[in-house]
């Protein structure tokens, strides 16, 4: 896996975190969250801290299977973080400057 693909998706799980605890969701709620991104899979844990951190997981063996009906028309959500918008424009923005 390059190095790229992992630093991104551990920044869109950052980001997702980030907008979950705006939105007032508990860190308890996002517990044991986990994100694939492409064939990465990270996990949300707490550390020896007591801090929440995204740790990298990497099973085995990755298959994921998707229900049609994850692919009718999803709204406004931003592709990367899930995040909805009002619009369209706003969706494609969202994350759009991770991938520089
Ligand atoms: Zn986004």
Request: with cysteine.
């Amino acid at each position: 896996m390059k190095t790229q693909e992992r630093t991104s998706g551990i920044m869109l799980a950052q980001r997702w975190m980030d907008e979950q605890r705006k939105q007032g969701r508990s860190e308890e709620e996002m517990m044991r969250t986990m994100f694939v991104y492409e064939d990465a899979v990270m996990e949300i844990i707490t550390d020896e801290h007591g801090e929440m951190q995204i740790e990298a997981q990497k099973p085995e063996q990755l298959v994921i299977f998707r229900s049609p009906e994850e692919r009718k028309d999803p709204g406004h959500i931003c592709r990367c973080c899930t995040m909805e918008h009002d619009n369209e424009k706003e969706a494609m923005q969202c994350c759009a400057f991770i991938d520089d």
